[in-house]
């Protein structure tokens, strides 16, 4: 049975415009309707579903976990993105509370190698049509 996919909040994409940082090395893009960060080609902040996430190193992923109503990223069923962290909805209101945390993101996604662009894939070449 396929997951419904829950729309992000207002209140959800006000706090995602409100921390998300510009910069000549920050990309904006859309994933599947919903804002993110990326630099180098690595994704560090975004809206997903009912939730803000960031990406982590391990020791502050777990400082964050600790943080009530933080949570370990499913985006589906038994599919834990454990780098990501879901954002206690509690600090969306306060960039005080969330920048901090997006600014820790970022730091960590600029320390990965960077991704390399995917070459469009190339069209497979139109079937002849038979003759009979």
Same mark, same amino acid.
């Given at each position: 049975?396929?997951?419904?996919?829950?729309?992000?909040? @207002?209140?959800?994409?006000?706090?995602?415009?409100?921390?998300?940082?510009?910069?000549?090395?920050?990309?904006?893009?859309?994933?599947?309707?919903?804002?993110?960060?990326?630099?180098?080609?690595?994704?560090?902040?975004?809206?997903?579903?009912?939730?803000?996430?960031?990406?982590?190193?391990?020791?502050?992923?777990?400082?964050?976990?600790? #943080?009530?109503?933080?949570?370990?990223?499913?985006?589906?069923?038994?599919?834990?993105?454990?780098?990501?962290?879901? #954002?206690?909805?509690?600090?969306?209101?306060?960039?005080?509370?969330?920048?901090?945390?997006?600014?820790?993101?970022?730091?960590?996604?600029? @320390?990965?190698?960077?991704?390399?662009?995917?070459?469009?894939?190339?069209?497979?070449?139109?079937?002849?049509?038979?003759?009979?």
């Amino acid at each position: 049975m396929p997951m419904e996919w829950k729309k992000p909040t @207002s209140a959800m994409l006000e706090a995602f415009a409100n921390c998300a940082p510009t910069g000549a090395d920050i990309e904006h893009r859309s994933m599947f309707g919903c804002p993110c960060c990326f630099v180098h080609g690595q994704m560090f902040f975004a809206v997903h579903g009912e939730g803000l996430v960031v990406r982590l190193p391990e020791t502050e992923r777990e400082e964050l976990l600790a #943080v009530e109503g933080a949570s370990p990223f499913v985006p589906m069923p038994n599919r834990v993105m454990r780098e990501y962290v879901v #954002v206690p909805e509690a600090m969306w209101h306060s960039p005080d509370a969330l920048g901090p945390w997006v600014d820790r993101a970022y730091r960590f996604a600029r @320390s990965l190698p960077p991704k390399e662009k995917k070459a469009p894939a190339k069209k497979a070449p139109a079937k002849k049509a038979k003759r009979s």
